[in-house]
Protein backbone atom coordinates (compact mmCIF):
# COMPACT_ATOMS: atom_id res chain seq x y z
CA UNK A 1 0.00 0.00 0.00
CA UNK A 2 1.26 3.69 -0.86
CA UNK A 3 2.05 6.08 1.82
CA UNK A 4 -1.15 7.87 0.84
CA UNK A 5 -3.35 4.58 1.66
CA UNK A 6 -1.53 4.34 4.40
CA UNK A 7 -2.86 7.23 6.07
CA UNK A 8 -6.51 6.43 4.62
CA UNK A 9 -6.42 2.98 6.25
CA UNK A 10 -4.78 4.59 9.42
CA UNK A 11 -7.52 7.64 9.56
CA UNK A 12 -10.44 5.46 8.51
CA UNK A 13 -9.15 2.52 11.77
CA UNK A 14 -8.62 5.33 14.23
CA UNK A 15 -12.35 6.83 13.51
CA UNK A 16 -14.03 3.65 13.88
CA UNK A 17 -12.00 2.04 16.59
CA UNK A 18 -11.93 5.63 19.16
CA UNK A 19 -14.87 7.15 19.93
CA UNK A 20 -15.23 10.30 21.69
CA UNK A 21 -15.17 9.75 25.45
CA UNK A 22 -18.27 9.27 26.87
CA UNK A 23 -18.35 12.71 29.51
CA UNK A 24 -21.61 13.55 30.16
CA UNK A 25 -23.05 16.93 28.64
CA UNK A 26 -25.45 19.45 30.12
CA UNK A 27 -29.14 18.56 28.75
CA UNK A 28 -30.82 21.56 27.13
CA UNK A 29 -33.40 22.62 29.02
CA UNK A 30 -35.77 25.93 30.21
CA UNK A 31 -36.50 27.22 33.70
CA UNK A 32 -38.74 29.62 34.86
CA UNK A 33 -36.23 31.76 35.32
CA UNK A 34 -35.39 31.73 31.80
CA UNK A 35 -38.74 33.23 30.41
CA UNK A 36 -38.09 35.93 32.97
CA UNK A 37 -34.85 36.71 30.95
CA UNK A 38 -36.61 36.73 27.98
CA UNK A 39 -39.16 38.88 29.10
CA UNK A 40 -36.67 41.35 29.88
CA UNK A 41 -34.39 41.45 27.48
CA UNK A 42 -37.34 40.40 24.12
CA UNK A 43 -40.86 40.71 25.06
CA UNK A 44 -41.78 40.43 22.00
CA UNK A 45 -39.73 37.24 20.87
CA UNK A 46 -41.34 35.61 23.91
CA UNK A 47 -44.65 36.80 22.67
CA UNK A 48 -44.16 35.00 18.96
CA UNK A 49 -43.01 31.76 21.11
CA UNK A 50 -46.30 32.00 23.32
CA UNK A 51 -47.88 32.25 19.60
CA UNK A 52 -46.40 28.98 18.28
CA UNK A 53 -47.22 27.79 21.73
CA UNK A 54 -50.64 28.72 21.57
CA UNK A 55 -51.47 27.25 18.18
CA UNK A 56 -50.65 23.99 18.33
CA UNK A 57 -46.89 23.97 16.95
CA UNK A 58 -45.30 23.38 20.12
CA UNK A 59 -42.39 21.80 18.88
CA UNK A 60 -41.66 25.00 16.61
CA UNK A 61 -42.42 26.84 19.99
CA UNK A 62 -39.54 24.93 21.87
CA UNK A 63 -37.07 25.45 19.21
CA UNK A 64 -37.68 28.96 19.28
CA UNK A 65 -37.46 29.05 23.31
CA UNK A 66 -33.62 27.24 22.99
CA UNK A 67 -32.59 29.75 20.14
CA UNK A 68 -34.00 32.50 22.49
CA UNK A 69 -32.22 30.93 25.72
CA UNK A 70 -28.98 30.69 24.00
CA UNK A 71 -29.27 34.55 22.59
CA UNK A 72 -29.51 35.62 26.61
CA UNK A 73 -26.58 37.40 28.12
CA UNK A 74 -24.93 34.89 30.36
CA UNK A 75 -26.23 32.19 28.73
CA UNK A 76 -23.06 30.46 27.91
CA UNK A 77 -21.25 31.53 31.38
CA UNK A 78 -24.29 29.32 32.60
CA UNK A 79 -23.50 26.37 30.58
CA UNK A 80 -19.95 26.31 31.42
CA UNK A 81 -21.54 26.10 35.31
CA UNK A 82 -23.32 22.70 34.39
CA UNK A 83 -20.64 21.44 33.13
CA UNK A 84 -18.36 22.11 35.58
CA UNK A 85 -21.20 20.51 38.39
CA UNK A 86 -21.30 17.32 35.88
CA UNK A 87 -17.26 17.62 36.19
CA UNK A 88 -16.79 17.42 39.90
CA UNK A 89 -17.85 14.54 40.57
CA UNK A 90 -15.94 12.82 37.87
CA UNK A 91 -12.98 13.91 39.01
CA UNK A 92 -13.62 13.63 42.63
CA UNK A 93 -13.72 9.65 42.03
CA UNK A 94 -10.24 10.27 40.66
CA UNK A 95 -8.68 12.75 43.53
CA UNK A 96 -6.79 9.85 44.77
CA UNK A 97 -5.29 8.23 41.86
CA UNK A 98 -1.92 8.34 41.08
CA UNK A 99 -1.99 10.06 37.63
CA UNK A 100 -0.21 13.23 37.05
CA UNK A 101 -0.94 15.69 34.07
CA UNK A 102 2.78 17.47 32.80
CA UNK A 103 2.24 21.00 31.02
CA UNK A 104 5.03 22.77 29.49
CA UNK A 105 5.12 26.84 29.32
CA UNK A 106 8.14 27.98 27.00
CA UNK A 107 8.97 31.84 27.34
CA UNK A 108 10.20 33.98 24.62
CA UNK A 109 11.39 37.11 24.27
CA UNK A 110 8.97 40.37 24.99
CA UNK A 111 6.27 38.16 26.32
CA UNK A 112 3.58 40.41 27.96
CA UNK A 113 3.82 39.80 31.48
CA UNK A 114 -0.09 40.18 32.03
CA UNK A 115 -0.97 37.56 29.66
CA UNK A 116 1.78 35.41 30.97
CA UNK A 117 0.72 36.22 34.57
CA UNK A 118 -3.17 35.18 33.05
CA UNK A 119 -1.58 31.96 32.08
CA UNK A 120 -0.23 30.93 34.94
CA UNK A 121 -3.22 31.82 37.52
CA UNK A 122 -4.88 28.92 35.47
CA UNK A 123 -2.54 26.94 36.25
CA UNK A 124 -2.24 27.31 39.44
CA UNK A 125 -6.06 27.43 39.95
CA UNK A 126 -6.48 23.90 38.35
CA UNK A 127 -9.15 21.72 40.05
CA UNK A 128 -6.91 18.78 39.53
CA UNK A 129 -3.90 19.13 42.14
CA UNK A 130 -1.69 16.75 40.50
CA UNK A 131 0.45 18.55 37.76
CA UNK A 132 3.98 19.79 36.87
CA UNK A 133 4.37 22.91 34.86
CA UNK A 134 7.65 22.47 33.27
CA UNK A 135 8.54 26.56 32.04
CA UNK A 136 11.77 26.77 29.71
CA UNK A 137 12.81 30.29 28.32
CA UNK A 138 14.51 31.75 25.33
CA UNK A 139 18.17 33.01 25.45
CA UNK A 140 16.84 36.98 26.86
CA UNK A 141 13.68 36.16 28.43
CA UNK A 142 12.45 37.66 31.83
CA UNK A 143 11.84 34.75 34.31
CA UNK A 144 11.98 37.27 37.29
CA UNK A 145 8.11 37.04 37.96
CA UNK A 146 7.07 33.50 37.35
CA UNK A 147 5.10 32.37 40.52
CA UNK A 148 6.67 30.69 43.19
CA UNK A 149 5.33 26.94 43.90
CA UNK A 150 6.66 23.36 44.34
CA UNK A 151 5.53 21.75 41.21
CA UNK A 152 6.85 24.70 38.90
CA UNK A 153 10.08 23.16 37.71
CA UNK A 154 12.25 26.02 35.79
CA UNK A 155 14.84 24.94 33.59
CA UNK A 156 18.00 26.96 33.87
CA UNK A 157 19.60 26.85 30.09
CA UNK A 158 18.23 28.94 27.93
CA UNK A 159 16.90 26.91 24.55
CA UNK A 160 16.50 28.22 20.91
CA UNK A 161 13.04 27.22 20.29
CA UNK A 162 9.98 26.15 21.70
CA UNK A 163 10.33 22.89 19.78
CA UNK A 164 13.91 22.67 21.67
CA UNK A 165 12.33 23.84 24.77
CA UNK A 166 9.41 21.07 24.90
CA UNK A 167 11.80 17.86 24.18
CA UNK A 168 13.64 19.23 27.71
CA UNK A 169 10.76 19.50 29.30
CA UNK A 170 9.63 15.99 28.07
CA UNK A 171 13.07 14.78 29.34
CA UNK A 172 12.28 16.21 32.48
CA UNK A 173 8.68 14.63 33.15
CA UNK A 174 7.56 11.51 34.79
CA UNK A 175 3.45 11.95 33.59
CA UNK A 176 1.39 10.33 31.12
CA UNK A 177 0.32 13.05 29.48
CA UNK A 178 1.83 16.50 28.74
CA UNK A 179 -0.34 19.81 27.68
CA UNK A 180 1.39 22.22 25.47
CA UNK A 181 0.55 25.37 27.11
CA UNK A 182 0.66 28.82 24.11
CA UNK A 183 1.51 31.78 26.64
CA UNK A 184 -1.68 33.46 25.55
CA UNK A 185 -4.09 30.85 26.38
CA UNK A 186 -5.68 30.08 29.63
CA UNK A 187 -6.44 26.74 31.07
CA UNK A 188 -10.23 26.69 32.66
CA UNK A 189 -10.29 25.48 35.93
CA UNK A 190 -10.82 22.07 34.94
CA UNK A 191 -9.11 21.34 31.78
CA UNK A 192 -6.16 18.68 33.89
CA UNK A 193 -8.81 17.09 35.68
CA UNK A 194 -10.46 15.99 32.70
CA UNK A 195 -7.06 15.00 31.26
CA UNK A 196 -6.16 13.11 34.32
CA UNK A 197 -9.51 11.78 35.09
CA UNK A 198 -10.00 10.48 31.23
CA UNK A 199 -6.63 9.72 30.27
CA UNK A 200 -6.43 5.91 30.77
CA UNK A 201 -3.58 4.20 31.68
CA UNK A 202 -1.05 5.97 29.86
CA UNK A 203 1.86 3.81 27.76
CA UNK A 204 2.66 4.29 24.38
CA UNK A 205 -0.91 3.28 22.95
CA UNK A 206 -2.19 6.14 25.07
CA UNK A 207 -4.34 8.29 23.16
CA UNK A 208 -3.97 11.75 22.01
CA UNK A 209 -6.45 14.02 23.95
CA UNK A 210 -8.41 16.99 22.79
CA UNK A 211 -11.04 18.85 23.92
CA UNK A 212 -13.26 22.21 22.76
CA UNK A 213 -12.15 25.66 23.44
CA UNK A 214 -13.68 29.46 24.01
CA UNK A 215 -12.49 33.10 23.87
CA UNK A 216 -11.91 35.82 25.90
CA UNK A 217 -13.86 38.62 24.25
CA UNK A 218 -13.93 42.68 24.33
CA UNK A 219 -15.30 42.55 27.56
CA UNK A 220 -12.97 40.01 29.22
CA UNK A 221 -15.71 37.37 29.42
CA UNK A 222 -15.53 33.72 27.80
CA UNK A 223 -17.50 33.82 24.78
CA UNK A 224 -17.64 31.87 21.15
CA UNK A 225 -16.98 28.24 22.35
CA UNK A 226 -15.83 25.91 19.73
CA UNK A 227 -17.87 22.92 20.07
CA UNK A 228 -15.68 21.03 17.18
CA UNK A 229 -15.99 17.41 15.66
CA UNK A 230 -14.55 14.44 16.70
CA UNK A 231 -11.18 13.38 15.20
CA UNK A 232 -11.28 14.03 11.11
CA UNK A 233 -7.97 13.55 9.50
CA UNK A 234 -8.82 15.80 6.55
CA UNK A 235 -10.00 18.57 8.50
CA UNK A 236 -7.19 18.32 10.51
CA UNK A 237 -4.90 18.67 7.59
CA UNK A 238 -7.19 21.72 6.57
CA UNK A 239 -7.58 23.50 9.60
CA UNK A 240 -5.81 22.68 13.28
CA UNK A 241 -8.33 21.93 15.13
CA UNK A 242 -6.26 20.42 18.26
CA UNK A 243 -3.00 22.24 19.04
CA UNK A 244 -4.80 24.80 21.40
CA UNK A 245 -6.59 22.38 23.85
CA UNK A 246 -5.20 19.45 23.68
CA UNK A 247 -2.52 16.67 26.22
CA UNK A 248 -0.05 14.47 24.10
CA UNK A 249 0.76 11.51 25.10
CA UNK A 250 4.65 11.06 27.07
CA UNK A 251 5.42 7.94 25.67
CA UNK A 252 4.28 8.09 22.23
CA UNK A 253 6.41 11.44 22.24
CA UNK A 254 9.00 9.76 23.34
CA UNK A 255 8.84 6.94 20.49
CA UNK A 256 9.55 10.05 18.08
CA UNK A 257 12.75 10.99 18.62
CA UNK A 258 13.90 11.89 15.51
CA UNK A 259 11.02 14.27 14.89
CA UNK A 260 11.52 15.92 18.08
CA UNK A 261 14.82 17.26 17.80
CA UNK A 262 13.74 19.55 14.83
CA UNK A 263 14.31 23.11 15.17
CA UNK A 264 12.87 24.40 11.93
CA UNK A 265 9.82 23.94 12.58
CA UNK A 266 8.23 27.48 13.83
CA UNK A 267 7.34 27.93 17.53
CA UNK A 268 3.75 28.99 16.20
CA UNK A 269 3.20 25.28 14.33
CA UNK A 270 5.32 23.33 17.06
CA UNK A 271 2.01 21.23 18.61
CA UNK A 272 0.69 21.07 15.11
CA UNK A 273 4.26 19.63 13.95
CA UNK A 274 3.95 17.04 16.77
CA UNK A 275 0.50 16.07 16.23
CA UNK A 276 1.21 15.56 12.40
CA UNK A 277 3.90 12.85 13.31
CA UNK A 278 1.97 11.20 15.76
CA UNK A 279 -1.74 11.53 14.64
CA UNK A 280 -1.77 11.82 10.28
CA UNK A 281 1.44 9.90 9.59
CA UNK A 282 1.60 7.57 13.02
CA UNK A 283 -2.21 7.00 13.24
CA UNK A 284 -2.13 7.23 16.78
CA UNK A 285 -5.51 7.09 18.13
CA UNK A 286 -7.23 10.81 19.07
CA UNK A 287 -10.21 11.34 21.20
CA UNK A 288 -12.39 14.16 21.89
CA UNK A 289 -13.63 15.70 25.06
CA UNK A 290 -17.14 17.23 24.56
CA UNK A 291 -15.66 20.03 26.77
CA UNK A 292 -14.15 23.08 26.46
CA UNK A 293 -10.28 22.73 28.09
CA UNK A 294 -9.07 26.13 26.63
CA UNK A 295 -9.32 29.73 26.40
CA UNK A 296 -7.72 31.89 23.69
CA UNK A 297 -7.66 35.68 22.62
CA UNK A 298 -10.10 36.33 20.33
CA UNK A 299 -9.91 34.80 16.75
CA UNK A 300 -6.61 33.07 17.78
CA UNK A 301 -8.39 29.76 15.48
CA UNK A 302 -7.47 31.52 12.85
CA UNK A 303 -3.93 33.10 13.28
CA UNK A 304 -0.57 31.20 12.94
CA UNK A 305 -1.04 30.23 9.20
CA UNK A 306 2.22 30.80 7.76
CA UNK A 307 3.96 28.75 10.37
CA UNK A 308 1.23 25.90 9.85
CA UNK A 309 1.37 25.63 5.96
CA UNK A 310 5.08 25.65 6.59
CA UNK A 311 4.61 22.37 8.54
CA UNK A 312 2.30 20.88 6.48
CA UNK A 313 4.73 21.10 3.71
CA UNK A 314 7.94 20.17 5.73
CA UNK A 315 6.14 17.37 7.93
CA UNK A 316 3.56 15.41 6.21
CA UNK A 317 3.51 16.81 2.42
CA UNK A 318 6.28 14.71 0.92
CA UNK A 319 4.83 11.45 2.79
CA UNK A 320 1.56 11.99 1.53
CA UNK A 321 2.11 13.07 -1.87
CA UNK A 322 0.24 16.25 -1.20
CA UNK A 323 0.52 19.81 -1.84
CA UNK A 324 -0.29 22.33 -0.19
CA UNK A 325 -1.98 25.76 -0.56
CA UNK A 326 -3.36 28.99 1.68
CA UNK A 327 -7.06 28.60 2.34
CA UNK A 328 -9.26 31.55 3.68
CA UNK A 329 -9.33 31.99 7.47
CA UNK A 330 -6.15 30.35 8.59
CA UNK A 331 -7.14 27.22 6.88
CA UNK A 332 -4.87 24.79 4.37
CA UNK A 333 -6.05 24.08 0.85
CA UNK A 334 -4.47 20.54 0.53
CA UNK A 335 -3.92 19.29 -2.92
CA UNK A 336 -4.42 15.64 -3.59
CA UNK A 337 -2.68 14.11 -7.19
CA UNK A 338 -4.72 12.82 -9.69
CA UNK A 339 -3.82 9.28 -11.00
CA UNK A 340 -0.96 9.60 -14.07
CA UNK A 341 -3.94 7.95 -16.00
CA UNK A 342 -7.29 9.99 -15.18
CA UNK A 343 -10.36 7.18 -15.15
CA UNK A 344 -12.89 7.87 -17.26
CA UNK A 345 -15.97 9.40 -14.89
CA UNK A 346 -20.02 9.01 -15.84
CA UNK A 347 -21.69 11.98 -15.42
CA UNK A 348 -25.80 10.64 -14.79
CA UNK A 349 -28.00 13.54 -15.64
CA UNK A 350 -31.74 12.47 -14.90
CA UNK A 351 -34.18 14.97 -16.71
CA UNK A 352 -38.04 15.59 -18.05
CA UNK A 353 -38.64 18.44 -20.35
CA UNK A 354 -37.17 21.31 -18.13
CA UNK A 355 -35.05 22.34 -21.19
CA UNK A 356 -34.18 25.78 -19.54
CA UNK A 357 -32.53 23.82 -17.06
CA UNK A 358 -30.80 20.77 -18.95
CA UNK A 359 -29.32 22.94 -21.97
CA UNK A 360 -26.98 25.07 -19.25
CA UNK A 361 -26.16 21.90 -17.20
CA UNK A 362 -25.31 19.79 -20.15
CA UNK A 363 -23.32 22.55 -21.88
CA UNK A 364 -21.74 23.73 -19.59
CA UNK A 365 -20.25 20.28 -18.03
CA UNK A 366 -18.67 19.92 -21.84
CA UNK A 367 -17.86 23.25 -22.69
CA UNK A 368 -15.99 24.43 -19.11
CA UNK A 369 -15.40 21.34 -17.66
CA UNK A 370 -11.17 20.76 -17.68
CA UNK A 371 -11.27 17.24 -16.61
CA UNK A 372 -10.41 15.28 -19.81
CA UNK A 373 -12.00 11.74 -19.36
CA UNK A 374 -15.99 11.90 -18.92
CA UNK A 375 -19.24 10.76 -20.42
CA UNK A 376 -22.66 12.33 -20.43
CA UNK A 377 -25.47 9.58 -19.82
CA UNK A 378 -28.45 11.84 -19.69
CA UNK A 379 -31.95 9.44 -18.26
CA UNK A 380 -35.09 11.33 -20.08
CA UNK A 381 -38.08 10.83 -17.95
CA UNK A 382 -40.50 11.03 -20.67
CA UNK A 383 -39.50 14.24 -21.90
CA UNK A 384 -42.74 15.55 -24.30
CA UNK A 385 -42.11 18.93 -25.16
CA UNK A 386 -40.95 19.42 -28.82
CA UNK A 387 -37.78 21.53 -28.20
CA UNK A 388 -36.50 19.11 -25.32
CA UNK A 389 -36.82 16.41 -27.84
CA UNK A 390 -34.81 18.30 -30.56
CA UNK A 391 -31.93 18.93 -28.33
CA UNK A 392 -31.61 15.40 -26.87
CA UNK A 393 -31.96 14.37 -30.60
CA UNK A 394 -29.00 16.68 -31.79
CA UNK A 395 -26.80 16.67 -28.51
CA UNK A 396 -25.59 12.65 -29.12
CA UNK A 397 -23.60 14.29 -31.80
CA UNK A 398 -20.99 14.95 -29.58
CA UNK A 399 -19.28 11.28 -28.84
CA UNK A 400 -19.23 12.19 -25.01
CA UNK A 401 -22.78 11.92 -24.72
CA UNK A 402 -25.90 9.20 -24.75
CA UNK A 403 -29.19 9.61 -24.09
CA UNK A 404 -31.18 6.60 -22.15
CA UNK A 405 -34.84 6.36 -21.72
CA UNK A 406 -36.95 5.69 -18.51
CA UNK A 407 -40.82 6.17 -19.21
CA UNK A 408 -41.58 5.29 -16.33
CA UNK A 409 -43.61 7.43 -13.37
CA UNK A 410 -41.01 9.57 -11.58
CA UNK A 411 -38.72 8.02 -9.18
CA UNK A 412 -35.55 9.28 -8.51
CA UNK A 413 -33.59 6.25 -7.15
CA UNK A 414 -34.77 3.96 -10.18
CA UNK A 415 -33.74 6.73 -12.87
CA UNK A 416 -30.06 6.84 -11.27
CA UNK A 417 -29.73 3.32 -10.91
CA UNK A 418 -30.79 2.43 -14.57
CA UNK A 419 -28.66 5.32 -15.78
CA UNK A 420 -25.44 3.87 -13.82
CA UNK A 421 -26.20 0.55 -15.13
CA UNK A 422 -25.56 1.70 -18.63
CA UNK A 423 -22.03 4.06 -17.45
CA UNK A 424 -19.23 2.59 -19.27
CA UNK A 425 -16.29 4.50 -16.26
CA UNK A 426 -14.75 3.83 -13.34
CA UNK A 427 -16.69 6.16 -11.11
CA UNK A 428 -19.85 7.83 -11.58
CA UNK A 429 -20.79 11.24 -11.00
CA UNK A 430 -25.07 12.02 -10.28
CA UNK A 431 -25.61 15.24 -11.32
CA UNK A 432 -29.05 17.14 -11.36
CA UNK A 433 -30.18 19.08 -14.03
CA UNK A 434 -30.54 21.83 -12.43
CA UNK A 435 -26.53 22.35 -11.49
CA UNK A 436 -24.80 25.19 -13.27
CA UNK A 437 -21.33 25.17 -13.80
CA UNK A 438 -19.55 28.12 -12.79
CA UNK A 439 -15.77 26.84 -11.96
CA UNK A 440 -14.47 24.53 -15.02
CA UNK A 441 -12.30 22.85 -12.19
CA UNK A 442 -14.87 20.87 -10.31
CA UNK A 443 -14.94 17.46 -11.50
CA UNK A 444 -11.12 17.67 -11.18
CA UNK A 445 -11.26 18.57 -7.12
CA UNK A 446 -14.08 15.63 -6.50
CA UNK A 447 -11.83 13.71 -8.70
CA UNK A 448 -8.55 14.09 -6.50
CA UNK A 449 -10.45 12.95 -3.20
CA UNK A 450 -12.76 9.75 -4.76
CA UNK A 451 -9.74 8.49 -6.35
CA UNK A 452 -7.80 8.31 -2.97
CA UNK A 453 -8.14 4.77 -1.19
CA UNK A 454 -11.04 4.17 1.36
CA UNK A 455 -13.24 6.97 0.53
CA UNK A 456 -16.70 6.55 -0.42
CA UNK A 457 -18.92 9.64 -1.60
CA UNK A 458 -17.30 13.01 -2.67
CA UNK A 459 -19.91 16.03 -2.41
CA UNK A 460 -19.14 19.37 -3.56
CA UNK A 461 -19.89 22.97 -2.59
CA UNK A 462 -22.84 24.21 -3.80
CA UNK A 463 -24.49 27.80 -3.59
CA UNK A 464 -28.10 29.00 -4.53
CA UNK A 465 -28.42 31.87 -7.73
CA UNK A 466 -27.64 34.27 -4.92
CA UNK A 467 -24.20 32.44 -3.78
CA UNK A 468 -25.30 31.31 -0.58
CA UNK A 469 -24.62 28.16 0.57
CA UNK A 470 -27.51 25.54 -0.58
CA UNK A 471 -24.98 22.46 0.34
CA UNK A 472 -21.55 22.26 2.57
CA UNK A 473 -22.13 18.13 3.49
CA UNK A 474 -25.15 16.77 4.83
CA UNK A 475 -25.42 16.43 8.81
CA UNK A 476 -27.00 13.25 10.33
CA UNK A 477 -29.41 13.60 13.11
CA UNK A 478 -30.32 17.57 12.26
CA UNK A 479 -33.91 17.80 12.48
CA UNK A 480 -34.29 14.21 13.93
CA UNK A 481 -33.53 13.32 10.16
CA UNK A 482 -30.97 15.24 8.04
CA UNK A 483 -29.78 18.68 7.17
CA UNK A 484 -27.25 20.75 5.14
CA UNK A 485 -24.73 22.20 7.04
CA UNK A 486 -24.54 25.89 6.94
CA UNK A 487 -27.11 26.02 5.01
CA UNK A 488 -27.56 29.97 3.89
CA UNK A 489 -24.46 31.00 4.74
CA UNK A 490 -22.86 33.80 1.79
CA UNK A 491 -20.10 32.79 0.26
CA UNK A 492 -16.89 33.82 1.19
CA UNK A 493 -18.14 34.07 4.88
CA UNK A 494 -16.09 31.86 7.65
CA UNK A 495 -19.64 31.26 9.71
CA UNK A 496 -18.94 28.79 12.32
CA UNK A 497 -14.82 28.58 12.56
CA UNK A 498 -14.81 28.04 8.73
CA UNK A 499 -15.62 24.69 8.57
CA UNK A 500 -18.03 25.26 5.75
CA UNK A 501 -14.77 26.13 4.12
CA UNK A 502 -12.20 23.10 4.43
CA UNK A 503 -12.26 19.81 3.30
CA UNK A 504 -13.69 17.22 5.92
CA UNK A 505 -15.18 13.93 6.03
CA UNK A 506 -19.24 14.28 6.21
CA UNK A 507 -20.98 10.96 6.90
CA UNK A 508 -23.63 12.31 3.78
CA UNK A 509 -23.60 14.41 0.85
CA UNK A 510 -26.12 15.50 -1.98
CA UNK A 511 -26.87 13.44 -4.54
CA UNK A 512 -27.58 16.90 -6.72
CA UNK A 513 -23.39 16.36 -7.14
CA UNK A 514 -21.86 13.59 -6.01
CA UNK A 515 -19.00 11.37 -7.16
CA UNK A 516 -18.40 7.92 -6.11
CA UNK A 517 -16.60 4.19 -7.43
CA UNK A 518 -19.07 2.33 -9.69
CA UNK A 519 -17.90 -0.62 -7.92
CA UNK A 520 -18.63 1.19 -4.51
CA UNK A 521 -21.72 2.18 -6.05
CA UNK A 522 -22.59 -1.51 -7.38
CA UNK A 523 -21.35 -2.88 -3.80
CA UNK A 524 -24.01 -1.38 -1.47
CA UNK A 525 -27.13 -1.55 -4.03
CA UNK A 526 -27.06 1.86 -5.46
CA UNK A 527 -30.46 4.10 -4.49
CA UNK A 528 -33.09 2.47 -2.52
CA UNK A 529 -35.97 2.77 -4.92
CA UNK A 530 -38.17 0.47 -3.16
CA UNK A 531 -38.75 2.93 -0.02
CA UNK A 532 -36.90 5.77 -0.64
CA UNK A 533 -37.92 6.71 -4.47
CA UNK A 534 -37.59 11.19 -4.17
CA UNK A 535 -36.77 11.73 -0.68
CA UNK A 536 -33.14 10.85 1.58
CA UNK A 537 -32.23 8.34 -0.72
CA UNK A 538 -28.66 10.08 -1.00
CA UNK A 539 -28.42 10.59 3.21
CA UNK A 540 -29.30 6.88 3.00
CA UNK A 541 -26.80 5.56 0.18
CA UNK A 542 -23.93 7.82 1.78
CA UNK A 543 -24.91 5.61 5.44
CA UNK A 544 -24.65 2.47 3.65
CA UNK A 545 -21.18 3.28 2.49
CA UNK A 546 -20.25 4.99 5.66
CA UNK A 547 -21.49 1.37 7.57
CA UNK A 548 -19.26 -0.17 5.10
CA UNK A 549 -16.46 1.35 6.61
CA UNK A 550 -15.86 3.74 3.69
CA UNK A 551 -15.56 7.75 4.00
CA UNK A 552 -17.29 9.96 2.36
CA UNK A 553 -16.14 13.80 2.00
CA UNK A 554 -16.77 17.19 0.86
CA UNK A 555 -15.02 19.15 -1.08
CA UNK A 556 -15.57 23.05 -0.80
CA UNK A 557 -12.93 23.75 -4.12
CA UNK A 558 -15.30 22.23 -6.17
CA UNK A 559 -17.97 24.78 -6.15
CA UNK A 560 -21.14 24.75 -8.55
CA UNK A 561 -24.77 26.46 -8.03
CA UNK A 562 -27.69 24.14 -7.65
CA UNK A 563 -31.09 25.60 -8.68
CA UNK A 564 -32.82 23.26 -5.59
CA UNK A 565 -35.64 21.55 -6.68
CA UNK A 566 -36.81 23.52 -9.79
CA UNK A 567 -37.63 20.02 -12.06
CA UNK A 568 -38.93 18.05 -9.17
CA UNK A 569 -40.85 20.72 -6.97
CA UNK A 570 -40.91 21.12 -2.78
CA UNK A 571 -41.55 17.51 -0.34
CA UNK A 572 -43.95 19.35 1.50
CA UNK A 573 -46.28 20.66 -0.70
CA UNK A 574 -49.38 19.16 -0.45
CA UNK A 575 -49.34 16.60 -3.39
CA UNK A 576 -46.03 15.29 -1.74
CA UNK A 577 -46.28 15.16 1.92
CA UNK A 578 -47.84 11.93 2.52
CA UNK A 579 -44.75 10.45 -0.32
CA UNK A 580 -42.26 12.59 1.32
CA UNK A 581 -43.32 11.82 5.41
CA UNK A 582 -43.53 7.83 4.63
CA UNK A 583 -39.68 8.27 3.45
CA UNK A 584 -39.06 10.56 6.32
CA UNK A 585 -40.06 7.67 8.38
CA UNK A 586 -38.15 5.48 6.42
CA UNK A 587 -34.50 7.24 6.86
CA UNK A 588 -35.64 7.25 10.89
CA UNK A 589 -36.44 3.84 11.38
CA UNK A 590 -33.20 2.44 9.05
CA UNK A 591 -30.88 4.73 10.77
CA UNK A 592 -32.25 6.04 14.13
CA UNK A 593 -31.83 9.44 13.02
CA UNK A 594 -33.77 11.26 16.39
CA UNK A 595 -30.56 9.85 18.19
CA UNK A 596 -28.11 9.62 15.36
CA UNK A 597 -24.98 11.75 17.12
CA UNK A 598 -23.51 12.85 13.44
CA UNK A 599 -19.43 13.12 14.79
CA UNK A 600 -18.39 16.10 13.08
CA UNK A 601 -21.79 18.20 14.80
CA UNK A 602 -21.02 18.41 18.37
CA UNK A 603 -24.05 17.34 21.38
CA UNK A 604 -23.87 21.30 22.07
CA UNK A 605 -24.77 22.28 18.42
CA UNK A 606 -28.89 22.72 18.09
CA UNK A 607 -29.66 20.14 15.53
CA UNK A 608 -32.90 21.92 14.76
CA UNK A 609 -30.71 24.50 13.02
CA UNK A 610 -28.26 24.22 10.55
CA UNK A 611 -26.11 27.00 10.79
CA UNK A 612 -24.38 25.95 13.86
CA UNK A 613 -25.61 27.63 16.83
CA UNK A 614 -25.15 26.47 20.73
CA UNK A 615 -27.90 24.89 21.91
CA UNK A 616 -27.41 26.97 24.73
Known amino acids: MNLAGHFAAKADQASAATPSLPLPLPQPGFAAGDVLRIALHNPGKLAEIAWWFVTGRRLRARNRLARAIAALPFAYERWLADCAMLDEPLAARHLHGSGEVGVHLHLGVGTDPVTLGAAFASVLDQSWPRWRLVVTMQDGADAGWIPSDPRIAVLPRAYPSRMAGFVAALADLDTDYLVPLDAVIRLPRDALALYGALGGEGGAQAPILYGDQDEIDGEGRRACP ?159 EPETLKFLAGIVADPRVRVVAWPYPYNYSAINNFAVAATRGAFVCLLNNDIEIIDGDWLGELMRQACRPGVGAVGARLFYPDRSIQHAGVSVGMGNAAGHAHRGLPEGEPGYFAHALVARGSIAVTAACLVVGRNLFDAVGGLDEDDLRIAYNDVDFCLKLHAAGLRNLYVPSAVLIHHESKSRGQDMAPEHRERYLKELATLQARWDTKRFQDPMHHPMLDRAGEEYRPVR
Open 226 to 384: WFKPDWDADMFLAQDYLSAACALPVAALRLLAEGLTDDTVSDDAMTYALLLRLAVLGGHEVRHLHRVVATTPAGYWRAGAPARIAALRSVVAPALGIAVREGPFGTAAIVWPLPDRQPLVSIVVPTRDRLDLLRPCVEGVLEETRYPAFEIVIADNGSV
